[in-house]
């Protein structure tokens, strides 16, 4: 497969989506697919799945396919490569029928680098026939642990994608997913005729991610005191039935907390309604049960709150898997009693052999997670193959106990933004990376100036700049577009689109508080590059 001369992933990864640095193993899977070398890829939610195939699309000359299970999903991938100035083709049955035929329209044009189908889709004649017409480069599966019967989400649409490859032999095809068992690992690539050469495994540790578990008093008032520490920052609560959610956010409501419920039991439109209206900061908290998420790739998700033992290890992961993408701290609270094990009994009591079997398995691995005395992280991730290197990883309420204890001598976990939980000192929930260099007051403006151009132009907040963009600025307070351009997540067309606002922003804010910024350029970083 031949790619363009002019670029590299690594001018991409800094023109288009504004990053200076790699996140491992993204350039090994980029080179591996340019190569034309099929390959599955095993990443934690937040660690950059999406750029694995987004780069190497702007560098095949035919059409990279992306496989998706649902609408919101699509839809917000294409809100966000649309903000950064690649063209993609979303095609689903959302959509009007002028849509579908402008989107069919620009595949054949070869004017879109990517095109977004769910496996229902992609299976239609129709699509088949389209994508005959069209060189197609690279063929990806996202949330590919759907192949497989042994996950926890299987799609028996999933399984039949394996026709879709068979119609596009040249094509690489790259699988997905953050939520997978070595034996489901081993089934997606039995599935999809994959070499054992082509696997790629990060780690399935988030460490900015503090995990807790306690015991549920009646009541709500547990709810209520872990949610007001996070004061207009967004979380979610899961929930395992229906009337839990309406009970729940009702609960909530009435303490005037900015909250909507979501479960199946809702019209369509109204959860649409209700999930557009947290995507785009106008809602702080949904209360639902796990039909809600999925599709969720809000990177500014400070808290998740399970109100009851999830029903298994992987559900729990990639539940808690959406707080903290954008890899600041978030805080996980997990809270059960003894009713909860008996209500998961009944639920799966209700499913078919073997199914039933696979699912009792699963709900005795997360008893044992949530009852261990030891560190969470290490049966958290045994569960998903990986031994963790440590004893303790400052990191759970567990470890946060034992080293209540142990001597301030003791060397502190490196990267953990926890580490003072282990000292007696408190978790703040403040965004902030580093307390000590972000201006707080000029954070605020910032977020509402993001607010009001991300309405403006109909876009979720995050589409325009992810919190920790607006860390760095309000840390940095760059002054002129040189300086801008170095800032995290600013690539050319956020640059053209956004820099003159926050610039305007920054300047005013630091004329009116008595403010000379002493910028600071990220080692590598040229704030006098001439191009910008």
Not at 180 to 202: G, N
């Amino acid at each position: 497969m031949h790619t363009s001369e002019r670029q590299t992933p690594a001018t991409i990864l800094k023109d288009v989506f504004g990053y200076s640095e790699w996140r491992p193993p993204q350039r090994e899977i980029i080179e591996n697919v340019l190569a034309g070398r099929d390959t599955l890829a095993i990443l934690p939610t937040g660690a950059g799945k999406s750029l694995c195939y987004q780069i190497p699309a702007l560098l095949f000359p035919g059409l990279t396919v992306v496989v998706s299970p649902l609408i919101s999903l699509m839809k917000d991938q294409w809100e966000q490569l649309s903000a950064a100035g690649v063209t993609a083709v979303v095609l689903n049955s959302s959509l009007t029928e002028s849509q579908y035929r402008a989107g069919v329209r620009q595949v054949i044009e070869r004017r879109a680098r990517l095109l977004y189908v769910a496996p229902e889709t992609l299976l239609l004649t129709r699509t088949r026939d389209l994508l005959a017409r069209v060189p197609v480069a690279a063929l990806v599966i996202d949330e590919a642990h759907c192949i497989s019967e042994w996950g926890h989400d299987f799609r028996p649409e999933y399984r039949r994608l394996v026709t879709v490859r068979q119609q596009f032999p040249r094509a690489v095809c790259l699988a997905l997913t953050a939520t997978a068992t070595p034996r489901v690992q081993q089934d997606i690539m039995d599935c999809l005729h994959f070499s054992a050469a082509a696997r790629f495994i990060s780690s399935f540790d988030r460490a900015n991610l503090f995990l807790e578990v306690e015991y549920r008093r009646p009541g709500i008032e547990q709810a209520v005191e872990f949610i007001s520490r996070f004061r207009d920052q967004a979380g979610i609560v899961y929930c395992l039935t229906r009337n839990q959610v309406d009970r729940l956010s009702a609960g909530l409501a009435a303490r005037h907390f900015s909250v909507r419920p979501y479960h199946a039991g809702l019209a369509a439109e109204l959860r649409q309604a209700y999930q557009e209206a947290f995507i785009r900061d106008e809602v702080q908290i949904m209360v639902a049960t796990v039909a809600f998420g999925m599709g969720i790739n809000k990177p500014d998700v400070r808290f998740i709150l399970h109100h009851h033992l999830p029903l298994d290890v992987e559900g729990y992961y990639q539940q808690i898997g959406r707080a903290g993408r954008d890899g600041l701290p978030a805080h996980c609270l997990l809270l059960h009693n003894r009713g909860d094990v008996a209500m998961a009994r009944m639920l799966i009591g209700k499913k078919e052999s073997p199914e039933r079997e696979v699912a009792e398995q699963h709900l005795d691995a997360i008893q044992r997670l949530v009852e261990g005395q030891g560190c969470r992280r290490i049966p958290l991730l045994a569960y998903f193959g990986e031994t963790y290197g440590r004893e303790h990883c400052d990191g759970c309420d567990n470890c946060r106990r034992q080293g209540e204890a142990i001597v301030d001598d003791v060397p502190e976990s490196p990267g953990s933004p926890w580490a003072r939980a282990r000292r007696g000192r408190p978790l703040s929930p403040s965004p902030a990376a580093d307390e000590r260099t972000v201006d707080h007051g000029l954070f605020e403006a910032l977020r509402r100036l993001r607010k009001s151009l991300a309405d403006e132009g109909g876009i979720p907040a995050y589409a325009v700049f992810s919190d920790r963009s607006l860390l760095d600025m309000a840390a940095r307070m760059p002054l002129t577009k040189g300086q801008f351009r170095t800032i995290h997540g600013v690539g050319k067309a956020k640059m053209y689109s956004f820099a003159s606002q926050f610039l305007r922003t920054i300047r005013e804010y630091c004329r009116e508080n008595d403010i000379v910024p002493a910028y600071r350029a990220p080692t590598g970083e040229d704030p006098d590059d001439p191009s910008c």
